[in-house]
């Protein structure tokens, strides 16, 4: 087959079955409202749940950075890239979430694909959750271990896999809030499971870091358990970018010996470092954004009027996945939605399972009961013509 072929073949199916993927470009964009080609929206698609994207100290503390060390790390970590300010952000991590150690990535993706890359070899086994991240399971595949998936949130399904023994490493992989349907893992079942077979336990908390637990502390703080790797992202709730995995001494140790993401990397700025700090400082104090943020997605969700096929998918949390189905549909009522003056992302395969396109919904402290009332509006007037 010639370049021509496969990539025409490939762009053809993809419009034929609605799975086309297309960049908006934005021209700006904040937890309430997004603007796309001088009009704005009300923004149900961010993941910035605090509102801390546009937050004046966390921008001044990102500038300051910025005068104090110039723009980039100029290398890795290994290099010339860890400075102070990456060095008080890890401290002041572990110390908030109770770990010996924190170590910073570029991002949530990085971070997962290092980990797993780093720690799991040939004999290794992966157990992770169906409904992983890809990130998750793009970095299974990378490694040689045997990657086994688990039914979604199914501890016996987990269960079953382990009693098969393996002569290497067993990890088990679970999100803490889960990104496209946003409910939550049974992590103490989880943890205790793995425990009785010696396995580690991994959770990527990217969705519940800085949103749920004392202090935002997150997923594991909420369910009380303490995994061997847990992963914090700062995309979403920190409203900034980059990630960190917490750990004890010795894994910390041997990622920095052994994480090629790490080591091949450029890391990020410094004064992107100074500003997660001042995001960190604002998260342990933004109990009355949570608050604000529970009640409207209670608000949401007790005044959503499900007629018409769409199906609320069982979530507490702040994304509220709308289950369409059908991809073409997801798609129409994703445009119907920004006629509206609403914006909401559709979801389909394969980031979601075949059969199982949705709108995702999700919620921010930032939106106001009127703003919701506005979406709750013009979701009723889809399914009622
Ligand atoms: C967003 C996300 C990631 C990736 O994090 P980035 O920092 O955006 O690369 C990883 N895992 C989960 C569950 C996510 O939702």
Known sequence: MNWQTFISSQLQLRKQNSTWRQRTRVDLSSARFIQVAGKDYLNFSGNDY???SQHPKIIEAWQKGADKYGV???GSGHVTGFTQAHEDLENALADWLGYPRALLFISGFAANQAII???MSRGDRILADKLCHASILEASMLSDADLRRFSHNNVPSLQKLLLNEVAGKTLVVT???????????PLDALQNTAKLHNAWLMVDDAHGIGVIGREGRGSCDHYGIHPELLVVTFGKAFGVSGAAVLCDELTADYLIQAARHLIYSTSMPPAQANALSASLTQIRQA???????????NYFRQNINQGDGLKLASSNTAIQPLIVGDNAKSLQLSHFLRQQGVWVQAIRPPTVPPNSARLRITL??????QDIDRLLEALHDFSTP
């Open 117 to 119: 890359t780093a720690l």
């Open 287 to 297: 109990n009355t954004a949570r608050t604000q943020l529970t009640h409207n997605i």
């Open 364 to 369: 921010s402290a930032a939106h106001q009961q």
């Open 175 to 185: 999100e803490g809030v889960f990104s496209m349907d946003g409910d939550n893992a």
């Open 72 to 74: 980039g790390s100029g």
């Open 50 to 52: 605090l509102g801390l």
